[in-house]
């Protein structure tokens, strides 16, 4: 959450020549003070009820209605991204309580992990056991049930998807990839856990490995199966750019087409 704000500066910088270009040759657009006055009236709203929820949410809506109604619509779609992405970083309940399906959907899937490399373990609630009491019972908590991975994934999915030069809807398809990849990087994490204290040190597996196994596994799986996917929608390697001869070949092959 806190590092948000920090990369909604870096995008609105990483837009900033075309910002420039486009401030100088655009014009007003008066549909940007309707937004502007919402943003206010949810910032009144949050001073009012003591919700500063709704005094964030309205923030985005004051300044992307300012730069509607101060450079028109060119500027504020360039805008509208950056700023909107400023919503991610605000909790909401319920959202957060999805944790407890995501509790019981990671438990299920770690234990039909850990059966894949002949780990024995048995199931009660949220708590999985091991067969042979090699181990004290681990337990899936909020945290290990994927929220706090899956918060982050798709926000670095959103952020790959905006910059990506892709069309919309593969735009939005490498959002939702966001779901199935943080379960499926969170079930693997959890996995690894459990394999860990089965064949190896089982407070090491409980303790360090849990604290590190999210940097370690789950979010370089989790990038590498993100630029498979955007790679399989491109057909092919997303910064690869086609060579000089491939372009001249594709526009004979359309002037061939034409004729």
């Keep these: 959450g806190y590092l948000v704000p920090v990369i909604m500066v870096g995008l609105i910088a990483w837009q900033w020549k075309n910002l420039r270009r486009l401030t100088s040759s655009t014009s007003a657009n008066f549909w940007g003070l ?16 003591g919700q500063a929820r709704l005094a964030v949410g309205g923030l985005p809506m004051i300044l992307w209605g300012s730069a509607l109604y101060l450079w028109g619509w060119q500027v504020a779609r360039l805008l509208f991204f950056p700023l ?45 056991y091991s067969a042979g009491d090699r181990w004290l019972p681990l337990e899936i908590d909020e945290g290990c049930g994927g929220i706090r991975s899956l918060m982050a994934l798709i926000m670095i999915s959103s952020v790959w998807a905006y910059i990506a030069k892709v069309p919309l809807w593969k735009k939005a398809l490498l959002c ?3 779901f199935p990849l943080a379960i ?3 079930m693997l994490r ?7 204290a089965e064949y190896g040190n089982p407070e090491f597996a409980a303790n360090t490995w849990h604290d590190w196994s999210g940097l370690v596994i789950f979010y370089p799986i989790s990038l590498v199966m993100l630029m498979a996917f955007h790679a ?28």
């Design 34 to 49: 309707p937004v502007l006055l919402l943003g206010v009236a949810l910032f009144i709203a949050g001073h009012r009820c």
């Design 84 to 128: 909107f992405f400023l919503y991610l970083a605000i909790p909401v309940p319920e959202f957060q309580q999805a944790t407890t399906r995501l509790q019981i959907l990671a438990t299920k899937m770690a234990q039909w992990g850990s059966d894949l490399f002949g780990v024995d373990t048995v199931v009660r609630g949220t708590k999985i």
């Design 176 to 178: 939702l990839a966001a």
């Design 184 to 186: 499926l990087g969170n």
């Design 190 to 196: 959890l996995t690894s856990i459990f394999v860990i």
């Design 232 to 259: 399989a929608l491109e057909q092919g390697l997303p910064w690869r750019r086609p060579k000089k001869k491939e372009v001249r070949r594709q526009i004979v092959g359309q002037e061939v087409e034409a004729n």
